[in-house]
């Protein structure tokens, strides 16, 4: 089974329009770190955004937030008042285990219209 | 501050070549290291990651070989290259200290097999 699975190959969102892309996850731990990354055409893997499975409250940086929803096991990256600079593929990942390994899904890619 | 450095940028190899990818971390001591490749359009597969000095996991078996002879330098070698080694090579650190723990990326090396 996929351990992360983005079921949104390609998104088109407005600009100014907030645009939610979709992660899902699977793991038997506990204890578990998921991670939003954004990756624009330069290939550079840019942190954005990082929730803990013991965290209680939603993530927040800036203009990204992270919805996560347990016991469904998703973490759905929510990006609000969308940006031209936005246009990127995103990558939701995870990271369990003993040696702390991280699976990445395979991305969305996002596409800002002006 | 912590920086992360990758070498070449871009390679170009014929099938059958030798192949030495280098990358180094500063600011920081006994990170966890890891190696992924991309293929175009996809996502992050991981290849390699590393604890310690000369302690490697691999994740995909494969013609490829990583190494960590100093705690802040992760190699990525291969005796023959394949075509299918073609790919965008990132190198990536953690820290070990509870958190988060997000990954950090460097540039990335493409990689074309001819």
């Known amino acids: 089974a996929q351990k992360i699975t983005q079921t949104q190959p390609g998104m088109f969102v407005q600009e100014k329009e907030a645009v939610t892309l979709d992660c899902t996850y699977d793991?038997?731990?506990?204890?578990?770190?998921l991670f939003w990354y954004k990756q624009p055409s330069s290939g550079e893997m840019i942190f954005l955004i990082y929730q803990g499975s013991y965290d209680e409250q939603n993530a927040t940086e800036g203009r990204y937030s992270l919805n996560f929803q347990k016991a469904r096991k998703s973490a759905n990256l929510v990006i609000s008042a969308s940006q031209l600079g936005d246009s990127a593929m995103y990558f939701c990942a995870m990271r369990e285990g003993f040696y702390q390994k991280v699976t990445f899904g395979t991305g969305t890619k996002l596409q800002v219209i002006p | 501050s912590q920086t992360i450095h990758q070498w070449p940028a871009t390679l170009v190899q014929p099938v059958g070549s030798p192949l030495s990818l280098e990358c180094t971390v500063e600011?920081?001591?006994?990170?966890?290291l890891y190696w992924y490749r991309q293929a175009a359009g996809r996502g992050l597969q991981l290849l390699f990651y590393s604890v310690g000095i000369g302690q490697i996991s691999s994740e995909v078996p494969q013609n490829l070989s990583a190494s960590r002879p100093q705690d802040r330098q992760f190699i990525l070698s291969s005796k023959k290259l394949l075509l299918s080694d073609s790919g965008f090579y990132l190198c990536a650190w953690s820290g070990r200290a509870t958190g988060r723990r997000e990954q950090f990326f460097g540039p990335g090396t493409r990689l074309t097999v001819l």
């Open positions: 600011g920081t001591s006994n990170p966890n």
């Open positions: 793991t038997s731990d506990q204890s578990y770190g």
